[in-house]
Each structure stands twice: as structure tokens, then as C-alpha cells.
């Protein structure tokens, strides 16, 4: 980031794992840091993993469709949504949304980790310490 400024990072675990995620400075981000830690359930659409926040917030400028490591905030349903691979609206292997979402950042390591998560079952996101 610009100024040194160290980005947020979060972890999201569930029963089999969990990911690191580094958050740009946006306005949506710093609504689900000021939210977090968070218990939430799994919900899954395709190689989507989403789940709800409780956290409301508006679009913002550019919001958009992902690539399979993006940290999402799917507006419509308050919800976090981590694209791993293709969904049902899906054209060949692309991630694809179910409408634009706010981008929040980008996971670390290997997205395909989100193959062992399984619908229904409990999510946590935490604030890491930086």
C-alpha cells in the first residue's frame, strides 16, 4: 500500500483449514474489520464459498466480477464471498459472481483450499494482528 501502510489482514477458518487475506484500505473492509471476529455458515454456490456478515454497506466504485483468489463483499446478500472456480452462471472456468460485489483484496495461498469447506458448516473470520 501507498505510505507504508500496512494492509488489514484477516484469517477465515473452518472444520478442515483455513486462509490468510490481505484487505485493500476500502470502505467495505474497514465495515467487516469494525465487525470482526465473526461465526457465521457456510453457504455454497458452485466453487463459491459465501456467507453472511451482518455487515450492510453500498456499492462502490468499481465493483465487479472476480478471479479466484479475490476476497469479495457480495452486497446483495451481506455476505463474503471467496470464488475458488466456476459457479453455476459460469462460462468455461471463469469465477463468476452472482452480481458485482465489492472488492476487498486478495487471498494468500492456494484459493483451491476452499474445495474442503462444505455447506453448512461453520466459518470464523478474525482480525490478524499486524
Same mark, same amino acid.
Given at each position: 500500500?501507498d505510505g507504508g501502510q500496512t494492509p488489514l489482514r484477516i484469517r477465515i477458518s473452518w472444520p478442515a483449514?483455513?486462509?490468510?487475506?490481505?484487505? $485493500?484500505?476500502?470502505?467495505?473492509?474497514?465495515? /467487516?474489520?469494525?465487525? /470482526?471476529?465473526?461465526?457465521?455458515?457456510?453457504?455454497?454456490?458452485?466453487?463459491?464459498?459465501?456467507?453472511?456478515? +451482518?455487515?450492510?454497506?453500498?456499492?462502490?466504485?468499481?465493483?465487479? +466480477?472476480?478471479?479466484?483468489?479475490?476476497?469479495?463483499?457480495?452486497?446483495?446478500?451481506?455476505?463474503?464471498?471467496?470464488?475458488?472456480?466456476?459457479?453455476?452462471?459460469?462460462?468455461? $472456468? %471463469?469465477?463468476r459472481l452472482a452480481s458485482p460485489c465489492n472488492v476487498l483484496g486478495r487471498l494468500e495461498g492456494d484459493?483451491?483450499? /476452499?474445495?474442503?469447506?462444505?455447506?453448512? %458448516?461453520?466459518?470464523?473470520?478474525?482480525?490478524? %494482528?499486524?
Open positions: 500500500m483449514g483455513h486462509l490468510t487475506a490481505s484487505l $485493500d484500505d476500502t470502505p467495505t473492509s474497514q465495515a /467487516l474489520a469494525n465487525a /470482526l471476529p465473526l461465526v457465521s455458515t457456510v453457504r455454497m454456490w458452485g466453487k463459491e464459498v459465501h456467507f453472511d456478515t +451482518g455487515v450492510s454497506v453500498s456499492r462502490e466504485t468499481g465493483a465487479q +466480477g472476480c478471479r479466484a483468489d479475490t476476497v469479495a463483499f457480495w452486497i446483495d446478500g451481506d455476505a463474503l464471498a471467496l470464488p475458488y472456480g466456476p459457479t453455476p452462471i459460469s462460462q468455461g $472456468d %471463469e469465477c484459493p483451491g483450499l /476452499l474445495a474442503t469447506v462444505r455447506d453448512g %458448516e461453520p466459518v470464523c473470520v478474525e482480525l490478524l %494482528e499486524t
